[in-house]
């Protein structure tokens, strides 16, 4: 049973251009949420996706949108890269309609992105 | 969202029980309490989940005192591989239509030989 898959596992950029960044849920989660953790700190929501739309989203920029495809796999773009978005973003996937059995979200291994 | 207290840093020796406290005083009654294990370059994991009172399982233990004010994470005999970022989250994890986990800064647990 895979976990959450992230791509690509490291990724450098230039100031001023766009990403996309890729997550699969682990099998049977419908719930993809995105997080941005800089170096030596918690990690912080940017939003998350269900149904294929949009329902929470933390203190980001529209510079950071995503998407949901039908298959519950994500993405995440960010465009008008910044110095200061070089981080580790984690995608973490969950069950929506919860249940007794699975409270916790499943963690990808990250995408390391460098903005130079 | 409650907001979570705890500490930074902690020590400890292999063997030792190791025991991180968190503060939420503002819990709200459909609240639940997580608490995720980070390595470097990893992503967190889900380590144990609780409403009220104990709950363990097979990599730790959770109590929950009767005014769910605070929580205390329990990891017996601890090894050098449990140093890891450890943190607490408090949410209506049940709620369905949308909710997010609030990451706070973690305590970061050493264990030395």
């Known amino acids: 049973d895979a976990g959450v898959t992230q791509s690509p596992t490291h990724l450098i950029k230039t100031r001023g251009q766009q990403v996309t960044l890729r997550c699969s849920p682990k099998s049977g989660h419908d719930t993809v949420s995105w997080y941005q953790q800089a170096l030596g700190q918690g990690p912080q929501f940017i939003f998350q996706?269900?149904?294929?739309?949009?329902?929470q989203r933390g203190n980001f920029p529209d510079r950071f949108s995503g998407h949901q495809f039908p298959n519950y796999s994500s993405e995440l773009n960010v465009n008008a890269l910044l110095l200061g978005d070089s981080a580790l973003y984690l995608c973490a996937s969950s069950w929506g309609q919860r249940s007794e059995l699975d409270y916790g979200y499943t963690f990808g291994s990250g995408t390391r992105l460098t903005v130079v | 969202l409650a907001k979570t207290t705890q500490p930074i840093s902690m020590d400890s020796y292999e063997g030792q029980e190791v025991n991180i406290t968190c503060s939420h005083n503002n819990i709200a009654t459909n609240d639940y309490i997580t608490w995720y294990q980070q390595f470097p370059s990893q992503g967190p994991r889900f380590i144990i989940q609780?409403?009220?009172t104990k709950v363990t399982n097979e990599v730790a233990s959770l109590f929950i005192p009767a005014d769910r004010k605070s929580s205390t994470l329990s990891l017996p005999r601890v090894s050098l591989s449990d140093t890891a970022v450890y943190y607490c989250?408090?949410?209506?994890?049940?709620?369905?239509?949308?909710?997010?986990?609030?990451f706070g800064a973690g305590t970061r647990l050493f264990v030395k030989a």
């Open positions: 609780g409403y009220k």
């Open positions: 989250l408090v949410g209506d994890m049940k709620r369905t239509g949308g909710f997010k986990t609030i």
């Open positions: 996706y269900y149904e294929e739309e949009e329902r």
